[in-house]
């Protein structure tokens, strides 16, 4: 295992942190790029993986806003049943 991470690695292989090295300059250079184009462009961009990404995170909202829902009335619930229960110990 220890070798699978830190190579050396057969027939040019990639060790794991060679991966993460690549992948991590990649993203720098692709930061360095956005960084680098104009504001409106910039913003066009953003506006594009917004539009994209509307649509699926509206539901995932709605879904975890109707969780935290049924989670308050199922506390409440629970509430009520500890309260009865402790009413029931006391009147034995």
């Not at 961009?45 to 509206?58: D, M, N, Q, S, Y």
């Not at 409440?76 to 049943?81: H, V």
Request: one cysteine or more; hydrophobic letters at 35%.
């Amino acid at each position: 295992m220890h070798a699978e991470i830190n190579g050396p690695r057969p027939n040019g292989g990639w060790t794991i942190w060679q991966c993460i090295e690549n992948h991590g300059r990649r993203l720098d250079g692709l930061n360095d790029r956005l960084d680098k184009l104009p504001d409106a462009l910039r913003e066009t961009v953003r506006e594009a993986v917004r539009t994209e990404l509307e649509p699926l995170l509206g539901p995932a909202v709605a879904n975890i806003r109707a969780i935290l829902e049924d989670n308050r009335k199922l506390r409440e619930e629970l509430d009520s049943l500890r309260a009865e229960i402790d009413e029931l110990k006391q009147n034995r």
